[in-house]
């Protein structure tokens, strides 16, 4: 990593809001509910599916747990009344996952019967490493109950081929990740070669046990070789697809659906963006750049 993109990872807490709101804008379809349907349409016209998130982890009280569900309960309605190929992606500690684990099952449970109800798909989510444990055991209780949800999992902690193998045998959809979350060395992967193999060897495991598998990637060559390990398990289009950030590597998009690959992108939105923010920019810092240029940059009169 260049000298510049450190100071800029270091830098980013201390960004001032509006020029952080800049930096932010590629990642983000906005503020408001409306904001993200606009974007959902305007993904369906060019042809790709969509997966909606409101933005938000870490919640303090059961009030705003149960808060966040009615918005999500909203939001699936509203994809639902515009007849959206779009699913719902929610993160447990935005559901209460902190304040204990009986609350944040609760809340997943009315979630999910709301989104079947609209015949519509619910993620579980995977944040850091301390709450995967309690993140899986919630799952695997949803899975008792509802066809409906799936999960995540990620490739740079050592423990995810484990895990793959302990999760119940029967109908599973994984959104395969690398993982955005600077874990520790001690219990995850840290060189980017090592990420992509551990990557493959999971997807290798899962569509092996007959998963679903969602591809979340924009690395290309890794996304060749989830390719050609699908062909060589004979494994059909239905069995996977590409999914994809909002505002990363759109040129990826277009090559891969092109190819005949479906690829849905993951659009995030509401007024808790920061951290998310942070954590794309993290991996982004490039990005910074061209935003402080063109701030920097003089206007012509």
């Known amino acids: 990593m260049a000298v ?8 980013l807490p201390y960004i001032p809001r509006p020029i952080m709101r800049r930096l932010a804008a590629r990642y983000i379809a906005g503020d408001h509910l409306d904001d993200a349907l606009a974007k959902l349409e305007e993904l369906a016209r060019a042809g790709h599916p969509g997966i909606l998130d409101i933005l938000g982890e870490n919640v303090s009280t059961e009030a705003e747990a149960r808060a966040v569900v009615g918005e999500y309960e909203s939001a699936a309605r509203a994809v639902a009344a515009r007849g959206l190929d779009a699913y719902v992606s929610v993160k447990p500690t935005h559901l209460g996952l902190a304040l204990g684990e009986p609350l944040c099952l609760e809340l997943y449970r009315a979630l999910a019967r709301r989104c079947r109800e609209l015949r519509l798909f619910l993620r579980v989510e995977m944040e850091d490493h301390p709450t995967t444990d309690a993140t899986l055991r919630v799952f695997e209780a949803l899975r008792d109950d509802f066809e409906n949800v799936g999960i995540v999992l990620q490739s740079r902690l050592f423990r995810t081929p484990e895990d793959v193998r302990r999760i119940a045998v029967r109908p ?5 990740v690398k993982g955005i979350y600077l874990e520790p060395p001690e219990i995850a992967h840290t060189d980017p070669v090592k990420i992509r193999e551990a990557y493959l060897e999971c997807t290798r495991m899962l569509f092996e046990r007959g998963a679903r598998v969602s591809l979340a990637t924009h690395d290309e060559v890794l996304a060749d070789r989830c390719v050609a390990l699908a062909r060589e398990l004979g494994r059909g289009p239905s069995d996977f697809e590409f999914q994809v950030l909002l505002g990363v590597r759109e040129e990826l998009w277009s090559r891969w659906r092109a190819a005949g690959h479906q690829v849905r992108v993951y ?4 007024p808790e963006w920061r951290p998310y923010s942070q954590r794309r920019l993290r991996k982004n810092p490039q990005i910074m750049r061209h935003v402080l240029r063109d701030l920097l940059r003089p206007r012509r009169r």
């Open 172 to 176: 599973i959809d994984v959104r395969m």
């Open 267 to 270: 659009v995030p939105f509401g």
């Open 4 to 11: 510049f993109d450190k100071l800029a990872v270091a830098s």
